[in-house]
Structure formats: structure tokens, C-alpha cells
């Protein structure tokens, strides 16, 4: 299993980002696929997740109405748009995916809001 997060950087408030997720070693199309984030010295979080049709979606209270997962399963990918971003959005976003109950993660990318 392979995940591959792009698409970070840094960006001022009220802007706008789209992180992307390429996976690869298993069956896409047939699993949940979230994005997690963890700001410096706080715990991972979930941000959102998708069900393996695209058909749900859920979100942390802190990023709805904001935030918007998707996926493509004939590229093998998912996606997070981010729009009005804000300071505490600060973090590394990382991919996920569960399988047969085990976690597997991306590297991460690095998202700084800041002015």
C-alpha cells in the first residue's frame, strides 16, 4: 500500500487549497478513504472521510461548510478541497486509508495558514 499526499503549502487566510491523494498496492475503489491533520503538539485528527462509492461523505464540525472530500476511483485518487482557510488549519494532512482494520498513511503534507 502506497499513499502519496500533494499539494500543500502555504497560503493566507480566507484562501484556498486542493490536497490530492494518490494511492496504489490495493483495491481503491473498494475502500473508505480519509484525510487526518495534526497541528504541532496536538493529536491527529480526522478531518473527513469518504465512503469507497463517493456516495458519504463526513466531516469534523471545524472544517464543514469549508472543506469538501472526493475521490476518483478510475484515477485512484482522493481529494480534499479546502476553501476558507483559516490560522488554525495549520498542520500536516495526512492520507489514510483503512483496511481490513489495519491504518496505512501517507507522508504527509504541510498546510500553513498565515499572513
Known amino acids: 500500500v502506497q499513499l502519496v499526499e500533494s499539494g500543500g503549502g502555504l497560503v493566507q487566510p480566507g484562501g484556498s487549497l486542493r490536497l490530492s491523494c494518490a494511492a496504489s498496492g490495493f483495491r481503491f475503489s473498494s475502500y473508505v478513504m480519509s484525510w487526518f491533520r495534526q497541528a504541532p503538539g496536538k493529536e491527529r485528527e480526522l478531518v473527513a472521510g469518504i465512503s469507497s462509492t463517493g456516495g458519504s461523505t463526513n466531516y469534523a464540525d471545524s472544517v464543514k461548510g469549508r472543506f469538501t472530500i472526493s475521490r476518483d476511483n478510475a484515477k485512484n485518487r482522493v481529494y480534499l478541497q479546502m476553501n476558507s482557510l483559516k490560522l488554525e488549519d495549520t498542520a500536516v494532512y495526512y492520507c489514510?486509508?483503512?483496511?481490513?482494520?489495519?491504518?496505512?498513511w501517507g507522508q504527509g503534507t504541510q498546510v500553513t495558514v498565515s499572513s
Open positions: 489514510n486509508a483503512n483496511i481490513w482494520r489495519n491504518d496505512y
